[in-house]
Each structure stands twice: as C-alpha cells, then as structure tokens.
C-alpha cells in the first residue's frame, strides 16, 4: 500500500456527473490518531447523488463520494488504542472533529460546527480535501471508526454506517420503546431500515408513502399500518394515530409537511432526516405547531457512541437491509447512479469486488 497515493473512482464534472473516471489522489497525512483502513464494501447513499450533482454545492474535483464503508485495518497511528491491523471496521458519514469544543467534550462531535465529512469536506489543517470510500484506501480518525459486529456481514453492515445511523437515531430521540406510534414517511433506503429498527424496538409502525405502490414491500418488512397520502381525507382518517413521524424522503416538495403532521396526537413529534437541494425550506404554520404541541426537528447522523450502539443492536436483533450489491468500477458505478436516481433499487445498491477492480489497476 502506498501511504501517499490512494485510489478511486469519481466524478470529474458536476455537469457531467453521470461519467465516473478513476483518480488517484493524496490523503490527509497520517496522524498519531489515524487509522488506515482498506476497503472491502462501501454503500451507496442518496448522499452520493446530491453531492455529485452539486445540489449541496460545488466544492472541488475531482471528487469520490462514499461513506458507507467497511474495510480492514491495515496500519494505526502511534496514539490509536482501539484498533489493530486486521480488525474489521466501519466508516460513515463523518471522518475527523475538532475534539476541543463543548459539542465534543459533551458527547456531541456529530454535531461539532468544524466537524469533517467523509467526503465534501475539507481538513482545516492542510486544506486537503477528503475522498470517500468508492476507493481503495481511506485514512480516518480512530474516533469516527468503529468495530463491525462478527455477526454482520460486511454487505449488511455497510449500509447501516451512515443510512441505518441516519434511520436509528430519531427513534432515540423519541423515546421509542414497545407500543410507541411510530410513522415512517419515505419507503427507500433509509426509511425501510428505519421501519426495522423500530419494529425491533417495540414499535407500532405505520408506513407512510403517496401512494399504494409501497404497500406490499412495507407489509413484507413488516409494518402494521399503511397510510397513502393520495387517499382523499387521509389526514382526517388516521388523526391523532402516531406519537412520532420519522420524515426520510429527499425532498419536502414530496407532501404537505402540515398534512401528515396532523397525524401526530398532541405533543407528536414530527423528526426530519431529510438533506435536500440548498435552496427547499420547510414552511410551517406557528399556529398549527402551537395548538397541537408539536415538536419538529432535524436529525443528523448519530454521535460515535450512538454508532457503537446501532451496531450492537442490530447484530443482536439481526437487522438485514436489503441490498444489492455490485462489483466496483467505471461502468458499474455509472449504471448505479442512474438506476438509483430513478429509484430502481430495493433498497440499497452495496460496492464490492474492491480486490478485482483496483489490485488489477
């Protein structure tokens, strides 16, 4: 392995965002607390599209994306005490913080205001950029790199890294525990791995989509209710019917905020992970929020403790996304984007055969 070049495939042009290229680049120099892992699976999140169409902007180029990665130790910096080469482990959406503000002493370095994404982001030290896991290496902090049950394999468990932390969380945040009224808005790749964590937590979960077209999918992983939103007085129905509403579709646009937040029962919560293009807002009535007690909320990722948690759950109550998985290269990493941009994938597409594409290149 080289400490100085590392490998993988990218885009080149937002604008022409549908033709991946291989690139080599220079990673972060290591540090006494990195870890330098190499990968073996990385998933494929609905992250990697609105970064490579620049709708979160357009930092720099070339740029691989990836933050569902699982991979092998192979070297450790000189003050990392929690790994070793050989373990297997797990990257998600997040690689470095700054480590010295209050978020950060306080548990919270998923939310540090100077914390570096695993890709799109930026090193203050050096201003190098980061790449992520469609790639042969990726060299990560220890404290964002996290120990993969024996028990998950490493298809299973790469999409839980960012999509099922993203999914686990607001059921924390919530509270959820046996018989909570959970909704689920949003039946793909993060919501239906939202459905089986909350399922596996007690939950009464209602899947909630704007048609009927999900109906039998959400039945097969295990809903207890079903609610279209195109269904005329849907809101009146079903009032009241859910303590919690988990909000994982891309966009806003997709339904009326105000309409299904009106099946909450008072003091609902309405949890939004929803990261879409810069310019969509949310638009809520003060009103509407008042006289029912709601609370609405964002929800990002989950701290390094909640990671070890979400493991550790789903390898006891053996949480299995579906996934399809695809050897890496050009013209699979293309035909990826574009089946996932038109929603042709149940749920999650999983990048493996690392070893056949990038030892042979």
């Known amino acids: 392995m080289s400490t100085e070049q590392f490998h993988a495939i990218g885009i080149e042009s937002y604008e022409n965002w549908q033709e991946p290229k291989a690139f080599t680049y220079t990673p972060q120099p290591q540090r006494p607390q990195d870890v330098d892992i190499e990968i073996e699976a990385c998933g494929i999140c609905g992250s990697d599209l609105h970064a490579i169409k620049g709708d979160w902007g357009t930092p720099y180029l070339p740029l691989a994306v990836g933050h569902e990665i699982i991979g092998k130790v192979v070297k450790v910096g000189s003050e990392v005490t929690k790994f070793k080469p050989g373990d297997r482990v797990g990257i998600g959406g997040l690689c470095d913080s700054c480590g010295e503000c209050r978020r ?32 042969d290496y990726i060299r990560v902090s220890e404290k964002f790199t996290f120990k993969i049950p024996d028990n998950l394999s490493s298809e299973i468990a790469a999409p839980l890294m960012c999509g099922g932390m993203t999914g686990f969380r607001p059921l924390l945040t919530a509270g959820v525990k046996k018989g909570t009224r959970v909704g689920v808005v949003g039946i793909g790749g993060i919501g239906h791995m939202t459905i089986l964590f909350a399922k596996a937590m007690g939950a009464e979960v209602t899947a909630i989509s704007r048609s009927d077209s999900k109906k039998e999918i959400a039945l097969k992983l295990g809903v207890d209710h079903y609610i279209s939103t195109s269904e005329e007085g849907f809101a009146e129905k079903y009032a ?8 994982t579709g891309s966009s806003f646009s997709e339904n009326s905020i105000m309409s299904v937040s009106s099946l909450l029962d008072a003091f609902g919560q309405f949890i939004f992970i929803t990261a879409p293009p810069m310019n969509e807002n949310i638009e809520l009535a003060p009103f509407f929020l008042l006289a029912n007690n709601y609370s609405v909320a964002g929800s990002a990722l989950g701290s390094p403790a909640d990671t070890e948690y979400m493991l550790q759950f789903a390898a006891d109550h053996q949480i299995k996304p579906w996934v399809e998985t695809i ?10 984007w574009n089946r996932l941009d038109k929603g042709d994938v149940k749920f999650r597409f999983v990048l493996t055969g690392y070893d056949k594409y990038f030892k042979k290149n």
């Not at 050897?327 to 990826?336: C, G, L, Y």
């Open 104 to 135: 950060c002493t306080h548990g919270n370095s998923n939310n540090c205001r100077k914390c570096v994404p695993t890709y799109h982001g930026t090193y203050p030290e050096t201003g190098l950029h980061t790449q992520g896991g469609y790639a």
């Open 327 to 336: 050897d890496i290269n050009e013209e699979s990493v293309k035909t990826a």
């Open 240 to 247: 009241d019917s859910l303590d919690v509403i988990v909000n």
